[in-house]
C-alpha cells in the first residue's frame, strides 16, 4: 500500500512570504503521480499542481512550484508571494496510474497567511 | 465549465437509517470515484466505477453500496447509519482509466455534508 506523510500539521506565513509545506511517500512504484490539493474553509477540493514521476523537471503554477525529488520520495509544495486566499488546508496526494487511480492521500496541513 | 455536481449538499439524518448520496460527472467522463473525509482528516477513497462496472473498491463498510448509471452519473447507498458515518462525502469524476493524460485528471464536486444523529 502506498503511504503518504505531511509531517507539518500547521504553519503560518506572512502575507507576500514564501513557504514550503513537505509532503513524502512510500512506494515501490515506478510511474506515478503527485498531486497538491488546496481545501479551504468551503471545503472544496481544489487542485493546485501535479507533477508525473517520469519527469525530471519541477512543475510550475504561478506562484506554485514543487520540488520533486524522486528518489528521496519527497514532493515539497512552495507557496511564493502567498495571498490571504491561500489560507487552507493543504492535502499531498499520490496516484498509481493503470490499477485503479484512486488518490492516497497525506493528513494534510493547515496554513494560515498572516496579513 | 461543467463541474461535477452532488446532491443533496447536506444531509441529516438518524442512527440506522438510510441514505443514498448522488453524484453527476462532469459531461464526457466515464469514471467516478468516492471519498469519506471524516472531521479532521484525510479523504479516504472508498470505491470507484468505469464505464458503469466497479472498478476499484477501498474502505468501503459493507453497509455501503454504489452503482453508475447509464449516463454515468453514481449514488452511494448508505443503509444503517452509524454515527461514524458522519463525514463529507466527495465524488471525483475523469475521463477515463486509460485515456493518457486525462486519466489522471480527478475533478472533485464540492461533497455532501452527511450528519448522522
Same mark, same amino acid.
Given at each position: 500500500?502506498?503511504?503518504?506523510?505531511?509531517?507539518?500539521?500547521?504553519?503560518?506565513?506572512?502575507?507576500?512570504?514564501?513557504?514550503?509545506?513537505?509532503?513524502?511517500?512510500?512506494?515501490?512504484?515506478?510511474?506515478?503521480?503527485?498531486?497538491?490539493?488546496?481545501?479551504?474553509?468551503?471545503?472544496?477540493?481544489?487542485?493546485?499542481?501535479?507533477?508525473?514521476?517520469?519527469?525530471?523537471?519541477?512543475?510550475?503554477?504561478?506562484?506554485?512550484?514543487?520540488?520533486?525529488?524522486?528518489?528521496?520520495?519527497?514532493?515539497?509544495?512552495?507557496?511564493?508571494?502567498?495571498?490571504?486566499?491561500?489560507?487552507?488546508?493543504?492535502?499531498?496526494?499520490?496516484?498509481?496510474?493503470?490499477?485503479?487511480?484512486?488518490?492516497?492521500?497525506?493528513?494534510?496541513?493547515?496554513?494560515?497567511?498572516?496579513? | 465549465?461543467?463541474?461535477?455536481?452532488?446532491?443533496?449538499?447536506?444531509?441529516?439524518?438518524?442512527?440506522?437509517?438510510?441514505?443514498?448520496?448522488?453524484?453527476?460527472?462532469?459531461?464526457?467522463? +466515464?469514471?467516478?470515484?468516492?471519498?469519506?473525509?471524516?472531521?479532521?482528516?484525510?479523504?479516504?477513497?472508498?470505491?470507484?466505477?468505469?464505464?458503469?462496472?466497479?472498478?476499484?473498491?477501498?474502505?468501503?463498510? +459493507?453497509?455501503?453500496?454504489?452503482?453508475?448509471?447509464? +449516463?454515468?452519473?453514481?449514488?452511494?447507498?448508505?443503509?444503517?447509519?452509524?454515527?461514524?458515518?458522519?463525514?463529507?462525502?466527495?465524488?471525483?469524476?475523469?475521463?477515463?482509466?486509460?485515456?493518457?493524460?486525462?486519466?489522471?485528471?480527478?475533478?472533485?464536486?464540492?461533497?455532501?455534508?452527511?450528519?448522522?444523529?
Amino acid at each position: 500500500a502506498q503511504t503518504v506523510t505531511q509531517s507539518q500539521p500547521e504553519m503560518s506565513v506572512q502575507e507576500a512570504e514564501t513557504v514550503t509545506l513537505s509532503c513524502t511517500y512510500d512506494t515501490s512504484e515506478n510511474n506515478y503521480y503527485l498531486f497538491w490539493y488546496k481545501q479551504p474553509p468551503s471545503r472544496q477540493m481544489i487542485l493546485v499542481i501535479r507533477q508525473e514521476a517520469y519527469k525530471q523537471q519541477n512543475a510550475t503554477e504561478n506562484r506554485f512550484s514543487v520540488n520533486f525529488q524522486k528518489a528521496a520520495k519527497s514532493f515539497s509544495l512552495k507557496i511564493s508571494d502567498s495571498q490571504l486566499g491561500d489560507t487552507a488546508m493543504y492535502f499531498c496526494a499520490f496516484m498509481k496510474p493503470l490499477t485503479g487511480n484512486q488518490f492516497y492521500f497525506g493528513t494534510g496541513t493547515s496554513l494560515t497567511v498572516i496579513p | 465549465a461543467a463541474g461535477v455536481i452532488q446532491s443533496p449538499r447536506h444531509l441529516i439524518k438518524e442512527k440506522r437509517e438510510t441514505a443514498t448520496l448522488k453524484c453527476y460527472p462532469i459531461p464526457r467522463h +466515464d469514471t467516478v470515484y468516492w471519498y469519506q473525509q471524516g472531521p479532521g482528516q484525510d479523504p479516504q477513497f472508498l470505491i470507484s466505477f468505469y464505464e458503469k462496472m466497479q472498478s476499484d473498491k477501498g474502505s468501503i463498510p +459493507d453497509r455501503f453500496s454504489a452503482q453508475q448509471f447509464s +449516463d454515468y452519473h453514481s449514488e452511494l447507498n448508505m443503509s444503517s447509519l452509524e454515527l461514524g458515518d458522519s463525514a463529507l462525502y466527495f465524488c471525483a469524476s475523469s475521463l477515463g482509466r486509460y485515456s493518457g493524460r486525462a486519466r489522471d485528471e480527478q475533478y472533485f464536486g464540492p461533497g455532501t455534508r452527511l450528519t448522522v444523529t
